[in-house]
């Protein structure tokens, strides 16, 4: 049920609760059902009704609908016969295509979460300047540090060992300041960010063009 149209849309979609693999039941009829018209429209051309999901708003309602309706049934839901099999349909769809597709739809759903992930970090205002440093430049200061020898935490990750308390410490900033270690990472990242965008955004989105 993922939508790629947008990134305001995917980031939605990481809101739609794990699928269970599990198939919809009805469930007790509440005091107060929940009321889902806004996630419906009607097809001009066929006159038949569907559920649409155009904004991130509304996938965010369909993600609680869902929600609500693996706990508690169907009968949640302030539906006719017809929209309740629509909802049945929909929300079945979403909780075992994942199983029937096997391997590549999880491999898809975790690309999609890093994806959102890695976008919200670039976005956050607090790492702006961070983000469109240079490696080298973003990390210069621990090389500083690291590279003077005079420098006690420097001076004590010589006897690093097992017994060390501060070995782990001394690891991290190793990793962080080693040139193999920052382009191994910072290659990685970019080669993932760039093939993950392009099977997210024309690949599997069938609305785009190859160019």
């Known amino acids: 049920m993922a939508d790629y149209s947008s990134y305001e849309m995917l980031k939605a979609s990481d809101n739609l ?3 269970t693999n599990e198939e919809c039941f009805d469930g007790d009829i509440p005091d107060k059902e929940l009321d889902v018209q806004p996630l419906l429209a009607t097809n001009k051309e066929t006159g038949k009704m569907y559920i649409n999901i155009d904004t991130p708003e509304k996938m965010k309602f369909m993600s609680k609908v869902i929600e609500l309706v693996n706990d ?6 302030d539906v006719d016969t017809e929209e309740k099999e629509l909802f049945r349909e929909a929300i079945n769809k979403h909780n075992k295509s994942i199983y029937s597709k096997g391997r590549a739809a999880l ?12 976008f919200d970090i670039i976005e956050s205002p607090e790492n702006q300047i961070e983000a469109q440093k240079p490696i080298d430049v973003a990390t210069d200061m621990v090389k500083k540090i690291a590279n003077n020898p005079n420098n006690p935490v420097v001076k ?28 191994i990472v910072a290659v990685g990242l970019k080669s993932f960010f760039a093939a993950t965008n ?6 599997n989105n069938p609305n785009s063009t190859l160019e």
């Open 17 to 19: 609760p794990f699928p």
């Open 72 to 77: 508690k049934g169907l009968n949640v839901l």
């Open 156 to 183: 004590e990750s010589r006897s690093a060992g097992p017994r060390n308390a501060l070995t782990v410490n001394h690891g991290i900033v190793n990793n962080q300041v080693g040139k193999k270690g920052v382009g």
């Open 198 to 203: 392009y099977i997210n955004s024309v690949l």
């Open 107 to 118: 491999n898809d759903a975790t690309k999609n979460f890093m994806l959102t992930q890695m």
